[in-house]
């Protein structure tokens, strides 16, 4: 059965502390692996997409990565606006088609304190 | 990326009743998705809604229970039928981002509380 575990649940941060979340996956043939950001009251807003192993992307103070049982977000030097759950979801390969089922984690929920 | 809205954004129901969901996108989209975010669990998608053909329920979902249309290619309702207190979540709207990198965008999401 494709899973998404997502840890820790909550993290607490010191505005400049740099940490790092993590999304264990287990699926069928990896399509792609996504990371949202969900504020309180809206939808999540995507962030980045990875492939493959090995495959890095970056966006301002965040760093996605992936290998092929699990991708980190590593947060540098977070600010509290950065605060928000953080999403991970992986799409199967044997789905049809240009979308598929998005299977999502639980979400980490980041609070930074200044 | 595509803008996406929902109606209402947040609504307050009897049990038994009914309640429909709109969404409405900014522009034309091949493909729909409506998701269930209930408290401390993650997003579950309920079905894939294409225009001009009947909606593609996951497992545990019926269309009896979750009605979906799908008019044109901006726009999809899904309905909430004969509710009862565990049917209270947030449902979400999302659309596939027509790009190689196969991501959805969301809509704000539509949080539903069954009395």
């Known amino acids: 059965e494709d899973q998404v575990t997502q840890s820790p649940e909550a993290l607490r941060l010191q505005e400049g502390e740099s940490s790092s979340l993590n999304c264990s996956y287990t699926?069928?043939?990896?399509?792609?692996l996504f990371w949202y950001r969900q504020d309180p009251g809206k939808g999540p807003e995507f962030l980045f997409t990875l492939y493959s192993a090995g495959e890095e992307k970056e966006k301002e103070r965040l760093k996605a990565t992936l290998t092929k049982k699990e991708s980190f977000l590593h947060i540098t030097a977070p600010k509290p606006e950065d605060s928000a759950t953080y999403l991970c979801?992986?799409?199967?390969?044997?789905?049809?088609?240009?979308?598929?089922?998005?299977?999502f984690g639980k979400g980490t929920k980041l609070s930074v304190k200044p | 990326s595509a803008v996406i809205s929902q109606k209402p954004s947040r609504d307050i129901c009897q049990r038994g009743t009914s309640l429909t969901i709109q969404c409405q996108v900014d522009?034309?989209?091949?493909?729909m998705f409506w998701y269930r975010q209930q408290p401390g669990q993650s997003l579950t998608l309920i079905a894939t809604?294409?225009?001009?053909?009947?909606?593609?329920?996951e497992s545990g979902f019926v269309i009896d229970k979750f009605p979906i249309s799908r008019p044109n290619l901006t726009f999809s309702t899904l309905t909430v039928s004969n509710m009862s207190p565990e049917d209270s979540s947030i449902y979400l709207c999302?659309?596939?981002?027509?790009?190689?990198?196969?991501?959805?965008?969301f809509g704000p999401g539509t949080r539903l509380t069954v009395l």
């Open positions: 999302s659309v596939d981002g027509g790009s190689s990198y196969n991501e959805q965008f």
């Open positions: 522009s034309q989209v091949t493909m």
């Open positions: 979801a992986v799409q199967a390969s044997g789905y049809g088609g240009s979308q598929g089922n998005l299977i």
């Open positions: 699926v069928s043939g990896l399509r792609g």
């Open positions: 809604a294409n225009q001009g053909s009947e909606a593609t329920y």
